[in-house]
Protein backbone atom coordinates (compact mmCIF):
# COMPACT_ATOMS: atom_id res chain seq x y z
CA UNK A 1 0.00 0.00 0.00
CA UNK A 2 1.99 3.41 -1.05
CA UNK A 3 -0.82 5.86 0.56
CA UNK A 4 0.96 6.40 3.67
CA UNK A 5 -1.88 7.99 5.71
CA UNK A 6 -4.20 5.03 5.35
CA UNK A 7 -7.73 5.85 7.62
CA UNK A 8 -7.68 3.99 11.04
CA UNK A 9 -9.80 1.71 9.90
CA UNK A 10 -8.09 -0.01 7.33
CA UNK A 11 -5.13 0.63 9.12
CA UNK A 12 -6.64 -1.80 11.91
CA UNK A 13 -7.47 -4.68 9.88
CA UNK A 14 -4.13 -4.35 8.11
CA UNK A 15 -2.93 -4.51 11.42
CA UNK A 16 -4.32 -7.25 13.23
CA UNK A 17 -6.49 -9.04 11.16
CA UNK A 18 -5.25 -9.17 7.73
CA UNK A 19 -2.56 -12.21 9.11
CA UNK A 20 -6.06 -13.87 10.07
CA UNK A 21 -6.86 -14.15 6.40
CA UNK A 22 -6.99 -17.10 4.28
CA UNK A 23 -6.96 -18.05 0.33
CA UNK A 24 -10.75 -16.44 -1.46
CA UNK A 25 -10.21 -13.34 1.75
CA UNK A 26 -8.10 -11.52 -1.00
CA UNK A 27 -6.23 -10.10 2.05
CA UNK A 28 -9.47 -8.73 2.81
CA UNK A 29 -8.91 -5.50 0.49
CA UNK A 30 -11.93 -6.74 -1.48
CA UNK A 31 -15.59 -6.13 -0.67
CA UNK A 32 -16.22 -10.06 -0.92
CA UNK A 33 -14.72 -13.27 -0.40
CA UNK A 34 -14.58 -15.46 -3.53
CA UNK A 35 -14.79 -19.35 -2.63
CA UNK A 36 -15.13 -22.30 -4.49
CA UNK A 37 -16.71 -24.90 -2.82
CA UNK A 38 -15.56 -28.54 -2.12
CA UNK A 39 -17.38 -29.86 -5.29
CA UNK A 40 -20.47 -31.83 -4.73
CA UNK A 41 -20.84 -31.14 -1.00
CA UNK A 42 -24.24 -29.59 0.76
CA UNK A 43 -22.65 -26.01 2.65
CA UNK A 44 -23.34 -25.36 6.20
CA UNK A 45 -23.84 -22.31 7.53
CA UNK A 46 -24.42 -21.10 11.01
CA UNK A 47 -24.22 -17.60 12.69
CA UNK A 48 -23.86 -15.96 16.13
CA UNK A 49 -23.73 -12.66 18.13
CA UNK A 50 -22.02 -12.12 21.24
CA UNK A 51 -22.70 -8.30 22.62
CA UNK A 52 -20.31 -7.84 26.16
CA UNK A 53 -22.66 -7.86 29.14
CA UNK A 54 -24.95 -10.24 27.61
CA UNK A 55 -22.84 -12.68 26.32
CA UNK A 56 -19.29 -12.05 27.86
CA UNK A 57 -18.03 -9.60 30.76
CA UNK A 58 -16.75 -6.35 29.53
CA UNK A 59 -13.60 -7.42 30.83
CA UNK A 60 -12.96 -10.93 29.92
CA UNK A 61 -9.86 -11.52 28.52
CA UNK A 62 -10.33 -10.50 24.66
CA UNK A 63 -8.54 -13.28 23.36
CA UNK A 64 -10.63 -15.80 25.24
CA UNK A 65 -13.72 -13.93 23.45
CA UNK A 66 -12.77 -14.15 20.39
CA UNK A 67 -11.95 -18.02 20.77
CA UNK A 68 -15.52 -17.86 22.22
CA UNK A 69 -17.49 -16.09 19.28
CA UNK A 70 -15.86 -18.84 17.12
CA UNK A 71 -15.67 -21.70 18.76
CA UNK A 72 -19.95 -21.38 19.88
CA UNK A 73 -20.22 -21.38 15.95
CA UNK A 74 -17.91 -24.05 15.16
CA UNK A 75 -19.89 -26.34 17.62
CA UNK A 76 -22.93 -25.63 15.10
CA UNK A 77 -21.29 -27.11 12.84
CA UNK A 78 -19.74 -30.15 14.68
CA UNK A 79 -23.42 -30.64 15.58
CA UNK A 80 -24.10 -30.88 11.57
CA UNK A 81 -21.47 -33.51 11.24
CA UNK A 82 -20.03 -30.73 9.00
CA UNK A 83 -16.11 -29.93 8.19
CA UNK A 84 -15.29 -26.36 9.10
CA UNK A 85 -14.25 -24.21 5.86
CA UNK A 86 -13.91 -20.32 7.03
CA UNK A 87 -16.01 -17.55 8.63
CA UNK A 88 -16.94 -13.92 8.39
CA UNK A 89 -16.85 -11.80 11.10
CA UNK A 90 -18.44 -8.16 12.28
CA UNK A 91 -16.75 -6.46 14.89
CA UNK A 92 -18.47 -2.88 16.82
CA UNK A 93 -16.41 -1.76 19.36
CA UNK A 94 -16.42 1.55 21.47
CA UNK A 95 -13.56 4.35 20.02
CA UNK A 96 -11.55 4.17 23.30
CA UNK A 97 -10.97 0.26 22.68
CA UNK A 98 -7.17 -0.26 23.22
CA UNK A 99 -4.90 -1.64 20.48
CA UNK A 100 -4.24 -4.23 22.79
CA UNK A 101 -7.68 -5.15 22.77
CA UNK A 102 -7.72 -5.54 19.16
CA UNK A 103 -3.92 -7.85 19.23
CA UNK A 104 -5.43 -9.66 22.06
CA UNK A 105 -8.68 -10.37 20.11
CA UNK A 106 -6.92 -11.44 17.03
CA UNK A 107 -4.00 -13.58 18.50
CA UNK A 108 -7.26 -16.18 19.98
CA UNK A 109 -8.06 -16.32 16.63
CA UNK A 110 -5.41 -17.11 15.19
CA UNK A 111 -4.41 -19.45 17.52
CA UNK A 112 -7.90 -21.38 17.14
CA UNK A 113 -7.59 -21.32 13.47
CA UNK A 114 -4.98 -22.99 13.48
CA UNK A 115 -6.43 -25.96 16.23
CA UNK A 116 -9.25 -26.28 13.98
CA UNK A 117 -7.72 -25.63 10.25
CA UNK A 118 -9.70 -22.86 9.11
CA UNK A 119 -9.20 -19.22 8.21
CA UNK A 120 -11.21 -15.45 8.20
CA UNK A 121 -12.64 -14.92 4.77
CA UNK A 122 -14.15 -11.57 5.08
CA UNK A 123 -15.43 -9.10 7.71
CA UNK A 124 -16.41 -5.70 8.76
CA UNK A 125 -15.09 -3.21 11.96
CA UNK A 126 -17.43 -0.31 13.08
CA UNK A 127 -17.27 2.02 15.80
CA UNK A 128 -20.65 1.50 18.60
CA UNK A 129 -21.48 4.16 21.30
CA UNK A 130 -22.72 0.56 22.98
CA UNK A 131 -20.93 -2.11 24.62
CA UNK A 132 -18.53 -4.34 22.48
CA UNK A 133 -21.01 -6.46 19.56
CA UNK A 134 -19.90 -9.15 17.85
CA UNK A 135 -21.15 -11.87 14.83
CA UNK A 136 -19.81 -14.58 13.41
CA UNK A 137 -20.99 -16.66 10.54
CA UNK A 138 -19.08 -19.88 9.86
CA UNK A 139 -19.17 -21.74 6.74
CA UNK A 140 -18.75 -26.20 6.73
CA UNK A 141 -19.55 -28.39 4.16
CA UNK A 142 -20.61 -32.17 4.59
CA UNK A 143 -21.43 -35.01 2.51
CA UNK A 144 -24.76 -34.20 0.50
CA UNK A 145 -27.96 -34.80 2.32
CA UNK A 146 -25.70 -36.36 5.50
CA UNK A 147 -26.08 -33.40 7.59
CA UNK A 148 -27.44 -33.83 10.99
CA UNK A 149 -30.47 -32.13 11.92
CA UNK A 150 -33.02 -31.44 14.88
CA UNK A 151 -36.09 -33.28 13.75
CA UNK A 152 -35.41 -37.59 12.53
CA UNK A 153 -34.93 -38.95 15.72
CA UNK A 154 -37.24 -41.98 16.18
CA UNK A 155 -38.73 -44.12 19.21
CA UNK A 156 -36.28 -46.31 20.68
CA UNK A 157 -33.30 -44.55 19.76
CA UNK A 158 -30.69 -43.47 22.97
CA UNK A 159 -30.77 -40.20 23.70
CA UNK A 160 -26.64 -39.53 24.02
CA UNK A 161 -24.22 -36.97 24.71
CA UNK A 162 -20.68 -35.81 24.60
CA UNK A 163 -18.40 -34.94 27.23
CA UNK A 164 -19.52 -34.01 30.56
CA UNK A 165 -22.51 -31.88 31.43
CA UNK A 166 -23.54 -28.56 33.35
CA UNK A 167 -19.34 -27.61 33.68
CA UNK A 168 -20.71 -24.56 31.61
CA UNK A 169 -23.71 -23.26 33.75
CA UNK A 170 -21.51 -24.02 36.92
CA UNK A 171 -18.38 -21.68 35.30
CA UNK A 172 -21.08 -18.65 35.11
CA UNK A 173 -21.74 -19.34 38.51
CA UNK A 174 -18.46 -19.04 39.63
CA UNK A 175 -17.43 -15.96 37.20
CA UNK A 176 -20.70 -14.27 39.05
CA UNK A 177 -18.50 -15.70 43.12
CA UNK A 178 -21.23 -17.91 43.75
CA UNK A 179 -19.45 -21.07 43.62
CA UNK A 180 -15.87 -21.92 44.10
CA UNK A 181 -13.85 -23.48 41.34
CA UNK A 182 -10.50 -24.31 42.98
CA UNK A 183 -9.37 -26.18 40.07
CA UNK A 184 -10.34 -23.37 37.39
CA UNK A 185 -12.12 -25.83 35.44
CA UNK A 186 -15.32 -24.83 35.85
CA UNK A 187 -14.97 -21.12 34.43
CA UNK A 188 -12.69 -22.78 31.66
CA UNK A 189 -15.29 -24.60 30.56
CA UNK A 190 -17.46 -21.09 30.85
CA UNK A 191 -14.61 -19.34 29.07
CA UNK A 192 -13.91 -21.69 26.54
CA UNK A 193 -15.77 -24.37 24.80
CA UNK A 194 -14.61 -27.38 23.00
CA UNK A 195 -16.39 -27.69 19.97
CA UNK A 196 -16.71 -31.30 18.97
CA UNK A 197 -15.74 -31.28 15.55
CA UNK A 198 -14.18 -34.49 13.97
CA UNK A 199 -16.64 -36.74 15.65
CA UNK A 200 -18.24 -38.46 12.62
CA UNK A 201 -21.66 -38.32 13.61
CA UNK A 202 -23.25 -38.27 10.14
CA UNK A 203 -24.95 -40.90 8.91
CA UNK A 204 -24.75 -42.35 12.90
CA UNK A 205 -26.75 -39.71 14.58
CA UNK A 206 -30.52 -40.02 13.53
CA UNK A 207 -30.90 -36.17 14.60
CA UNK A 208 -28.99 -33.66 17.00
CA UNK A 209 -27.84 -30.49 17.95
CA UNK A 210 -25.32 -28.51 20.44
CA UNK A 211 -26.11 -28.42 24.18
CA UNK A 212 -26.31 -24.65 23.76
CA UNK A 213 -29.14 -23.81 25.94
CA UNK A 214 -29.51 -26.41 28.50
CA UNK A 215 -29.85 -29.95 28.37
CA UNK A 216 -33.28 -30.37 29.13
CA UNK A 217 -34.34 -27.23 26.84
CA UNK A 218 -32.43 -28.20 24.53
CA UNK A 219 -33.78 -31.87 24.34
CA UNK A 220 -37.18 -30.92 24.24
CA UNK A 221 -36.13 -29.13 21.15
CA UNK A 222 -35.35 -32.87 19.37
CA UNK A 223 -38.80 -33.86 20.91
CA UNK A 224 -40.46 -30.96 19.36
CA UNK A 225 -38.49 -31.56 16.20
CA UNK A 226 -38.85 -35.23 15.98
CA UNK A 227 -42.60 -34.66 17.44
CA UNK A 228 -41.67 -37.99 19.87
CA UNK A 229 -41.33 -37.79 24.09
CA UNK A 230 -37.71 -38.41 25.77
CA UNK A 231 -36.63 -39.76 28.73
CA UNK A 232 -33.26 -39.43 30.58
CA UNK A 233 -31.72 -40.77 33.91
CA UNK A 234 -30.30 -37.83 35.73
CA UNK A 235 -27.32 -40.36 37.52
CA UNK A 236 -26.43 -41.19 33.93
CA UNK A 237 -25.81 -37.93 32.63
CA UNK A 238 -22.21 -37.34 33.00
CA UNK A 239 -20.35 -34.66 34.99
CA UNK A 240 -16.78 -33.60 35.57
CA UNK A 241 -15.13 -34.25 38.67
CA UNK A 242 -16.14 -30.37 39.87
CA UNK A 243 -19.40 -30.55 39.11
CA UNK A 244 -19.80 -33.63 41.44
CA UNK A 245 -17.92 -31.78 44.00
CA UNK A 246 -19.97 -29.41 44.00
CA UNK A 247 -22.74 -31.45 45.03
CA UNK A 248 -26.53 -32.53 44.51
CA UNK A 249 -28.17 -28.91 44.96
CA UNK A 250 -26.36 -27.96 41.89
CA UNK A 251 -27.40 -30.90 39.83
CA UNK A 252 -30.61 -28.79 38.27
CA UNK A 253 -28.59 -25.99 37.14
CA UNK A 254 -26.43 -28.38 35.48
CA UNK A 255 -29.47 -30.26 33.16
CA UNK A 256 -30.98 -26.64 32.62
CA UNK A 257 -28.05 -24.35 32.72
CA UNK A 258 -26.53 -23.52 29.45
CA UNK A 259 -23.11 -22.75 27.75
CA UNK A 260 -22.38 -26.58 27.33
CA UNK A 261 -21.40 -26.86 24.23
CA UNK A 262 -21.21 -30.76 23.79
CA UNK A 263 -23.62 -32.80 21.62
CA UNK A 264 -26.65 -34.09 22.30
CA UNK A 265 -27.17 -36.95 19.87
CA UNK A 266 -30.77 -39.69 18.79
CA UNK A 267 -28.54 -43.09 17.59
CA UNK A 268 -30.60 -45.87 16.51
CA UNK A 269 -30.38 -49.18 18.80
CA UNK A 270 -28.27 -50.68 15.72
CA UNK A 271 -25.89 -47.14 15.26
CA UNK A 272 -24.39 -47.31 18.80
CA UNK A 273 -21.33 -49.36 18.03
CA UNK A 274 -20.18 -47.29 15.50
CA UNK A 275 -21.14 -43.80 17.58
CA UNK A 276 -18.55 -45.88 19.98
CA UNK A 277 -15.99 -46.36 17.40
CA UNK A 278 -16.07 -43.04 16.35
CA UNK A 279 -15.97 -41.46 19.60
CA UNK A 280 -12.98 -43.90 20.49
CA UNK A 281 -11.17 -42.65 17.11
CA UNK A 282 -11.97 -39.06 17.69
CA UNK A 283 -11.06 -39.34 21.04
CA UNK A 284 -14.20 -37.93 22.56
CA UNK A 285 -16.61 -39.12 25.75
CA UNK A 286 -20.12 -40.07 24.52
CA UNK A 287 -22.52 -41.66 26.97
CA UNK A 288 -25.91 -42.93 26.64
CA UNK A 289 -27.97 -40.77 28.93
CA UNK A 290 -31.83 -42.26 28.25
CA UNK A 291 -34.02 -42.82 25.11
CA UNK A 292 -36.67 -41.28 22.66
CA UNK A 293 -40.16 -42.92 23.14
CA UNK A 294 -43.39 -42.10 21.30
CA UNK A 295 -45.80 -39.79 22.55
CA UNK A 296 -46.09 -36.18 23.17
CA UNK A 297 -42.86 -33.48 22.92
CA UNK A 298 -41.82 -33.88 26.07
CA UNK A 299 -38.79 -34.38 28.62
CA UNK A 300 -38.62 -36.67 31.28
CA UNK A 301 -35.94 -36.46 33.89
CA UNK A 302 -35.66 -39.30 36.52
CA UNK A 303 -34.07 -38.30 39.51
CA UNK A 304 -31.82 -40.11 41.56
CA UNK A 305 -34.72 -41.57 43.30
CA UNK A 306 -36.08 -42.89 40.26
CA UNK A 307 -39.08 -40.25 40.43
CA UNK A 308 -39.45 -37.59 37.71
CA UNK A 309 -37.48 -34.48 38.64
CA UNK A 310 -39.44 -31.20 38.81
CA UNK A 311 -37.20 -28.99 36.91
CA UNK A 312 -39.33 -25.81 35.55
CA UNK A 313 -39.37 -24.77 32.11
CA UNK A 314 -35.29 -24.97 32.19
CA UNK A 315 -33.03 -23.56 29.67
CA UNK A 316 -31.86 -20.15 28.55
CA UNK A 317 -33.13 -17.69 26.43
CA UNK A 318 -30.96 -14.70 25.55
CA UNK A 319 -34.24 -12.12 26.16
CA UNK B 1 -44.77 -26.53 17.98
CA UNK B 2 -46.91 -28.46 20.72
CA UNK B 3 -45.09 -26.30 23.39
CA UNK B 4 -47.05 -23.25 24.39
CA UNK B 5 -44.79 -21.43 26.55
CA UNK B 6 -41.80 -20.71 24.34
CA UNK B 7 -39.51 -18.54 25.89
CA UNK B 8 -39.71 -15.39 24.57
CA UNK B 9 -36.89 -15.07 21.85
CA UNK B 10 -38.57 -18.40 20.25
CA UNK B 11 -41.48 -16.71 19.76
CA UNK B 12 -40.33 -13.53 18.41
CA UNK B 13 -38.03 -15.31 15.60
CA UNK B 14 -41.29 -17.61 14.66
CA UNK B 15 -43.49 -14.56 14.50
CA UNK B 16 -41.33 -12.35 12.59
CA UNK B 17 -38.56 -13.69 10.75
CA UNK B 18 -39.40 -17.50 9.81
CA UNK B 19 -42.00 -16.21 7.12
CA UNK B 20 -38.43 -15.08 5.62
CA UNK B 21 -36.82 -18.25 5.73
CA UNK B 22 -35.91 -20.39 2.13
CA UNK B 23 -35.21 -23.21 0.89
CA UNK B 24 -31.95 -25.11 3.70
CA UNK B 25 -32.83 -22.93 6.03
CA UNK B 26 -34.20 -25.31 8.18
CA UNK B 27 -37.57 -22.89 9.33
CA UNK B 28 -35.12 -21.17 11.70
CA UNK B 29 -35.38 -24.24 14.17
CA UNK B 30 -32.12 -26.08 13.48
CA UNK B 31 -28.68 -24.56 14.17
CA UNK B 32 -27.34 -24.18 11.06
CA UNK B 33 -28.77 -24.18 7.20
CA UNK B 34 -27.93 -26.50 4.62
CA UNK B 35 -27.39 -25.48 1.23
CA UNK B 36 -26.61 -26.87 -1.79
CA UNK B 37 -24.39 -24.70 -4.16
CA UNK B 38 -25.53 -24.39 -7.59
CA UNK B 39 -22.94 -26.98 -9.40
CA UNK B 40 -19.63 -25.51 -10.67
CA UNK B 41 -19.92 -21.81 -9.83
CA UNK B 42 -17.75 -19.87 -7.01
CA UNK B 43 -19.34 -18.76 -4.03
CA UNK B 44 -19.13 -14.76 -3.13
CA UNK B 45 -19.27 -13.96 0.58
CA UNK B 46 -19.61 -10.35 2.03
CA UNK B 47 -20.70 -9.13 5.47
CA UNK B 48 -21.81 -5.55 6.96
CA UNK B 49 -22.32 -4.05 10.18
CA UNK B 50 -24.62 -1.39 10.62
CA UNK B 51 -25.11 0.12 14.33
CA UNK B 52 -27.90 2.75 15.60
CA UNK B 53 -26.25 6.16 15.56
CA UNK B 54 -23.39 5.63 13.84
CA UNK B 55 -24.60 3.75 10.52
CA UNK B 56 -28.33 4.76 10.98
CA UNK B 57 -30.35 7.43 13.28
CA UNK B 58 -32.75 5.44 16.34
CA UNK B 59 -35.46 6.20 15.16
CA UNK B 60 -35.35 5.55 11.50
CA UNK B 61 -37.80 3.60 9.97
CA UNK B 62 -37.52 -0.14 11.22
CA UNK B 63 -38.28 -1.24 7.05
CA UNK B 64 -35.92 0.85 5.45
CA UNK B 65 -33.03 -0.12 8.32
CA UNK B 66 -33.15 -3.70 7.24
CA UNK B 67 -33.33 -2.93 3.58
CA UNK B 68 -30.55 -0.46 3.61
CA UNK B 69 -28.66 -3.21 5.90
CA UNK B 70 -29.81 -6.08 2.85
CA UNK B 71 -28.91 -3.49 -0.07
CA UNK B 72 -25.00 -2.78 0.90
CA UNK B 73 -24.32 -6.40 0.90
CA UNK B 74 -26.01 -6.89 -1.91
CA UNK B 75 -24.30 -3.75 -3.62
CA UNK B 76 -21.12 -5.88 -2.92
CA UNK B 77 -22.38 -8.82 -4.42
CA UNK B 78 -23.13 -6.54 -7.57
CA UNK B 79 -19.93 -5.25 -7.56
CA UNK B 80 -18.22 -8.88 -8.16
CA UNK B 81 -20.60 -9.50 -10.71
CA UNK B 82 -22.30 -12.01 -8.56
CA UNK B 83 -25.83 -13.51 -8.40
CA UNK B 84 -27.54 -13.61 -4.79
CA UNK B 85 -28.52 -16.74 -2.94
CA UNK B 86 -29.03 -15.54 0.73
CA UNK B 87 -28.38 -14.46 3.62
CA UNK B 88 -27.68 -14.69 7.59
CA UNK B 89 -28.42 -11.86 9.93
CA UNK B 90 -27.81 -11.46 13.45
CA UNK B 91 -30.16 -8.91 15.17
CA UNK B 92 -29.13 -7.47 18.62
CA UNK B 93 -31.84 -4.75 20.14
CA UNK B 94 -32.39 -3.63 23.64
CA UNK B 95 -34.73 -5.29 25.93
CA UNK B 96 -37.50 -1.85 25.11
CA UNK B 97 -37.90 -2.76 21.20
CA UNK B 98 -41.10 -3.04 20.82
CA UNK B 99 -42.69 -5.84 18.55
CA UNK B 100 -43.82 -2.76 16.05
CA UNK B 101 -39.95 -2.45 15.39
CA UNK B 102 -39.77 -6.19 14.84
CA UNK B 103 -42.59 -6.29 12.67
CA UNK B 104 -41.57 -3.09 10.09
CA UNK B 105 -37.88 -4.91 10.17
CA UNK B 106 -39.32 -7.60 9.20
CA UNK B 107 -41.62 -6.62 6.38
CA UNK B 108 -38.87 -4.32 5.15
CA UNK B 109 -36.70 -7.52 4.79
CA UNK B 110 -39.96 -9.44 2.89
CA UNK B 111 -40.23 -7.10 0.49
CA UNK B 112 -36.47 -6.66 -0.97
CA UNK B 113 -36.31 -10.38 -0.41
CA UNK B 114 -38.95 -10.84 -3.07
CA UNK B 115 -37.56 -7.34 -4.82
CA UNK B 116 -33.78 -9.14 -5.11
CA UNK B 117 -35.07 -13.05 -5.15
CA UNK B 118 -33.28 -14.15 -2.18
CA UNK B 119 -34.64 -15.88 1.32
CA UNK B 120 -33.40 -16.01 5.00
CA UNK B 121 -30.57 -18.45 5.64
CA UNK B 122 -30.06 -18.17 9.16
CA UNK B 123 -30.16 -15.74 12.46
CA UNK B 124 -29.38 -15.15 15.90
CA UNK B 125 -31.23 -12.33 18.07
CA UNK B 126 -29.86 -11.15 21.51
CA UNK B 127 -30.56 -8.06 23.54
CA UNK B 128 -27.87 -5.31 24.38
CA UNK B 129 -27.38 -2.78 26.58
CA UNK B 130 -26.85 -0.78 23.80
CA UNK B 131 -28.07 0.45 21.10
CA UNK B 132 -29.16 -1.91 18.09
CA UNK B 133 -26.92 -3.63 16.76
CA UNK B 134 -26.93 -5.25 12.82
CA UNK B 135 -24.76 -7.99 10.64
CA UNK B 136 -25.49 -9.24 7.97
CA UNK B 137 -23.74 -12.06 5.51
CA UNK B 138 -24.85 -12.45 2.22
CA UNK B 139 -23.73 -15.18 -0.26
CA UNK B 140 -24.02 -15.06 -4.21
CA UNK B 141 -22.02 -16.99 -7.02
CA UNK B 142 -20.40 -16.38 -10.10
CA UNK B 143 -19.04 -18.22 -13.11
CA UNK B 144 -15.38 -19.74 -11.75
CA UNK B 145 -13.08 -17.18 -12.16
CA UNK B 146 -15.15 -14.79 -13.36
CA UNK B 147 -16.07 -12.39 -9.94
CA UNK B 148 -14.80 -9.11 -10.79
CA UNK B 149 -11.97 -8.41 -8.23
CA UNK B 150 -10.51 -4.64 -6.69
CA UNK B 151 -7.18 -5.22 -8.95
CA UNK B 152 -7.35 -5.96 -12.54
CA UNK B 153 -7.12 -2.49 -14.02
CA UNK B 154 -4.65 -1.76 -17.03
CA UNK B 155 -3.37 1.66 -17.69
CA UNK B 156 -5.88 2.65 -20.78
CA UNK B 157 -9.04 1.30 -18.87
CA UNK B 158 -11.81 3.62 -18.35
CA UNK B 159 -13.05 4.52 -15.34
CA UNK B 160 -16.49 4.25 -15.10
CA UNK B 161 -19.71 4.88 -12.49
CA UNK B 162 -22.84 3.36 -12.58
CA UNK B 163 -26.07 5.53 -11.95
CA UNK B 164 -25.44 9.38 -10.17
CA UNK B 165 -22.43 10.03 -7.51
CA UNK B 166 -22.61 11.96 -3.96
CA UNK B 167 -26.85 11.77 -3.78
CA UNK B 168 -25.80 9.55 -0.32
CA UNK B 169 -23.72 11.66 1.17
CA UNK B 170 -26.22 15.00 0.56
CA UNK B 171 -29.22 12.95 1.46
CA UNK B 172 -27.19 12.61 4.80
CA UNK B 173 -26.96 15.90 4.93
CA UNK B 174 -30.78 16.80 4.28
CA UNK B 175 -31.30 14.09 7.59
CA UNK B 176 -28.82 16.76 9.28
CA UNK B 177 -30.65 19.53 8.40
CA UNK B 178 -28.10 21.01 6.81
CA UNK B 179 -29.09 20.87 3.02
CA UNK B 180 -33.17 21.35 1.53
CA UNK B 181 -34.93 18.47 -0.72
CA UNK B 182 -37.89 19.76 -1.74
CA UNK B 183 -38.40 16.08 -3.84
CA UNK B 184 -37.01 14.11 -1.06
CA UNK B 185 -35.04 12.12 -3.65
CA UNK B 186 -31.84 12.90 -2.07
CA UNK B 187 -33.15 11.49 1.41
CA UNK B 188 -34.58 8.52 -0.52
CA UNK B 189 -31.21 7.54 -1.85
CA UNK B 190 -29.42 7.85 1.44
CA UNK B 191 -31.75 5.71 3.35
CA UNK B 192 -32.27 3.36 0.82
CA UNK B 193 -29.47 2.46 -1.67
CA UNK B 194 -30.04 0.55 -4.90
CA UNK B 195 -27.95 -2.47 -5.48
CA UNK B 196 -26.62 -2.75 -8.87
CA UNK B 197 -27.64 -6.46 -9.13
CA UNK B 198 -27.97 -7.78 -13.10
CA UNK B 199 -25.77 -5.65 -14.40
CA UNK B 200 -23.80 -8.32 -16.56
CA UNK B 201 -20.51 -7.11 -15.26
CA UNK B 202 -18.17 -10.07 -14.82
CA UNK B 203 -16.08 -10.64 -17.96
CA UNK B 204 -16.19 -7.07 -19.28
CA UNK B 205 -15.23 -4.63 -15.94
CA UNK B 206 -11.34 -5.38 -15.77
CA UNK B 207 -11.68 -4.49 -11.84
CA UNK B 208 -14.56 -2.52 -9.74
CA UNK B 209 -15.89 -1.71 -6.46
CA UNK B 210 -19.32 -0.63 -5.21
CA UNK B 211 -18.92 3.30 -4.14
CA UNK B 212 -19.51 3.09 -0.75
CA UNK B 213 -16.99 5.70 0.99
CA UNK B 214 -16.79 7.74 -1.75
CA UNK B 215 -15.85 7.91 -5.58
CA UNK B 216 -12.34 9.49 -5.04
CA UNK B 217 -11.29 7.63 -2.36
CA UNK B 218 -12.76 4.12 -3.59
CA UNK B 219 -11.01 4.92 -7.19
CA UNK B 220 -7.65 5.07 -4.96
CA UNK B 221 -8.67 1.91 -3.52
CA UNK B 222 -8.51 0.45 -6.80
CA UNK B 223 -5.32 2.11 -7.69
CA UNK B 224 -3.85 0.96 -5.01
CA UNK B 225 -5.18 -2.58 -5.95
CA UNK B 226 -4.17 -2.13 -9.44
CA UNK B 227 -0.99 -0.55 -8.70
CA UNK B 228 -1.34 2.32 -11.26
CA UNK B 229 -2.85 6.36 -11.43
CA UNK B 230 -6.38 7.38 -12.70
CA UNK B 231 -7.67 10.56 -13.79
CA UNK B 232 -11.39 11.95 -13.64
CA UNK B 233 -13.04 14.80 -15.20
CA UNK B 234 -15.52 16.23 -12.25
CA UNK B 235 -17.58 17.60 -14.71
CA UNK B 236 -18.44 14.27 -16.17
CA UNK B 237 -19.64 12.56 -13.27
CA UNK B 238 -23.06 12.53 -13.45
CA UNK B 239 -25.14 14.33 -10.74
CA UNK B 240 -28.98 13.86 -10.18
CA UNK B 241 -30.77 17.02 -10.47
CA UNK B 242 -31.40 17.57 -6.66
CA UNK B 243 -27.67 17.44 -6.29
CA UNK B 244 -27.12 19.79 -9.81
CA UNK B 245 -29.53 21.78 -8.02
CA UNK B 246 -27.63 21.86 -4.50
CA UNK B 247 -24.66 23.52 -6.56
CA UNK B 248 -21.17 24.07 -6.88
CA UNK B 249 -20.18 24.24 -3.48
CA UNK B 250 -21.52 20.99 -2.73
CA UNK B 251 -20.08 19.33 -5.67
CA UNK B 252 -16.62 18.16 -3.31
CA UNK B 253 -19.59 16.54 -0.87
CA UNK B 254 -20.48 14.46 -3.81
CA UNK B 255 -16.89 13.67 -4.80
CA UNK B 256 -15.71 12.44 -1.73
CA UNK B 257 -18.94 11.64 0.43
CA UNK B 258 -20.23 7.90 1.07
CA UNK B 259 -23.24 5.89 0.57
CA UNK B 260 -23.74 6.11 -3.03
CA UNK B 261 -23.61 2.26 -3.57
CA UNK B 262 -23.25 3.06 -7.31
CA UNK B 263 -20.14 0.81 -9.05
CA UNK B 264 -17.06 2.07 -10.00
CA UNK B 265 -15.71 -0.19 -12.63
CA UNK B 266 -12.49 -0.36 -14.63
CA UNK B 267 -13.53 -0.99 -18.69
CA UNK B 268 -11.02 -1.48 -21.33
CA UNK B 269 -11.68 0.23 -24.54
CA UNK B 270 -12.48 -2.82 -26.12
CA UNK B 271 -14.59 -3.95 -23.95
CA UNK B 272 -17.02 -0.52 -23.89
CA UNK B 273 -19.35 -1.28 -26.19
CA UNK B 274 -20.02 -4.90 -24.25
CA UNK B 275 -21.07 -2.71 -21.08
CA UNK B 276 -22.53 -0.36 -22.83
CA UNK B 277 -24.96 -3.23 -24.11
CA UNK B 278 -25.34 -5.29 -20.63
CA UNK B 279 -26.06 -0.87 -19.20
CA UNK B 280 -28.71 -1.02 -21.85
CA UNK B 281 -30.45 -4.85 -21.03
CA UNK B 282 -30.23 -4.43 -17.77
CA UNK B 283 -31.70 -0.50 -17.71
CA UNK B 284 -28.43 1.15 -15.75
CA UNK B 285 -27.11 3.90 -16.70
CA UNK B 286 -23.42 3.92 -17.34
CA UNK B 287 -21.16 6.99 -17.58
CA UNK B 288 -17.32 7.47 -18.53
CA UNK B 289 -15.45 9.38 -15.97
CA UNK B 290 -12.42 9.27 -16.55
CA UNK B 291 -9.35 6.99 -17.53
CA UNK B 292 -6.63 4.98 -15.27
CA UNK B 293 -2.52 5.35 -16.15
CA UNK B 294 0.53 4.15 -15.43
CA UNK B 295 2.67 5.43 -12.66
CA UNK B 296 1.62 6.54 -8.29
CA UNK B 297 -1.38 4.60 -7.39
CA UNK B 298 -2.86 8.49 -7.16
CA UNK B 299 -6.53 9.98 -8.17
CA UNK B 300 -6.57 13.38 -9.97
CA UNK B 301 -9.77 15.10 -10.04
CA UNK B 302 -9.74 17.81 -12.87
CA UNK B 303 -12.15 20.72 -11.97
CA UNK B 304 -14.62 22.31 -13.44
CA UNK B 305 -12.15 24.67 -14.88
CA UNK B 306 -9.41 22.09 -15.75
CA UNK B 307 -7.25 22.39 -13.32
CA UNK B 308 -6.88 19.72 -10.34
CA UNK B 309 -9.32 20.13 -7.83
CA UNK B 310 -7.75 19.58 -3.84
CA UNK B 311 -9.81 17.54 -2.31
CA UNK B 312 -8.41 16.30 1.22
CA UNK B 313 -7.91 12.74 2.31
CA UNK B 314 -11.66 12.30 1.27
CA UNK B 315 -13.53 9.14 1.71
CA UNK B 316 -15.17 8.13 4.38
CA UNK B 317 -13.90 5.94 7.84
CA UNK B 318 -16.41 3.89 10.11
CA UNK B 319 -13.29 5.55 12.67
Known amino acids: MADPVLPAEFALIARHFRPLAGPGALDLQDDAAIVMPPAGRDLVLTVDAMVAEVHFLADDPPDLVARK ?7 DLAAKGAVPLGYLMTISTPLSTSDEWFAGFAAGLAHDQAAFGITLLGGDTTSTPGPVSLSLTAIGHVAPGAAVRRNGAAPGDGVWVTGTIGDGALGLAVAQGRLADPSGELLGRYRLPQPRLGLAIAGVASAGMDVSDGLVQDLGHLCRAG ?9 RVPLSAPARAA ?11 GDDY ?17 AAAAGVPVTRIGAFHAGEPRVTVRGPDGAPMALGAGGWSHF
Do not use: M, Y
Open 262 to 278: ELLLAVPPGCEGTLRAA
Open 69 to 75: LLRVNLS
Open 247 to 257: GPDWLATCLTG
Open 227 to 235: RLGAEIDAA
